[in-house]
Antibody
């Protein structure tokens, strides 16, 4: 059974760095073709893709946010970590992690429940 | 990378068919058969409905179907039901090896 769960602070102050952890089970990020992405959704707005890390440690970032994002993985702990620097109120959103399965294109077949992050002083 | 363009809203009566469009460019939708569609009910995580343009995951109703022509992908819901009322998002792989979502479409069952 595949599950993903996001964790991190619910509230961060402007200019601070956000660190989110995605803890997953039911699959291994060392399996060839496996990937995990982070996606966010501001309240009442559309989904926005943020970053992806692949089984071979290749990393890809949203063009508009790449200077602020870092994605990493700890395969032994089944975790993927996203850091976002210089947080601003416009970064208030629900942050999701999702799995991209191997060999089936680039789709998100399993999602975490999401974690709401509010940026406010 | 600009968001893919979707209509803000689509509505239909129970039993009818509706189609949601997702327009991109030759660098995303038009360049790859890696378009997927997601259904999101309020307060819930998105759910994969269609992947690789027209494939349905196990457990998804065959009332949902996908297609693509040029730079535009489409999701069709046939035999519309009350439970189909939700937001729908398309997504595509891009030439930069990134991914991009659509602007989202609210489906209303009249």
């Amino acid at each position: 059974q595949v599950t993903l769960r996001e964790s991190g602070p619910a509230l961060v102050k402007p200019t601070q760095t956000l660190t989110l952890t995605c803890t997953f089970s039911g699959f291994s990020l060392s399996t060839s073709g496996m990937c995990v992405s982070w996606i966010r959704q501001p309240p009442g707005k559309a989904l926005e893709w943020l970053a992806r890390i692949d089984w071979d440690d290749d990393k890809y970032y949203s063009t508009s946010l790449k200077t602020r994002l870092t994605i990493s993985k700890d395969t032994s702990k089944n975790q993927v970590v996203l850091t976002m620097t210089n947080m601003d109120p416009v970064d208030t959103a629900t942050y999701y992690c999702a799995r991209i399965p191997p060999h089936d294109g680039y789709n998100f077949d399993y999602w975490g429940q999401g974690t709401l992050v509010t940026v406010s002083s | 990378q600009s968001a893919l363009t979707q209509p803000a809203s689509v509505s239909g009566s129970p039993g009818q068919s509706i189609t949601i469009s997702c327009t991109g460019t030759s660098s995303d939708v038009g360049g790859y058969n890696y378009v997927s569609w997601y259904q999101q009910h309020p307060g819930k995580a998105p759910k994969l409905m269609i992947y690789d343009v027209s494939n349905r995951p196990s457990g998804v109703s065959n009332r949902f179907s996908g297609s693509k022509s040029g730079n535009t992908a489409s999701l069709t819901i046939s035999g519309l039901q009350a439970e189909d009322e939700a937001d729908y998002y398309c997504s595509s792989y891009t030439s930069s090896s990134t991914l991009v979502f659509g602007t989202g479409t609210k489906v209303t069952v009249l």
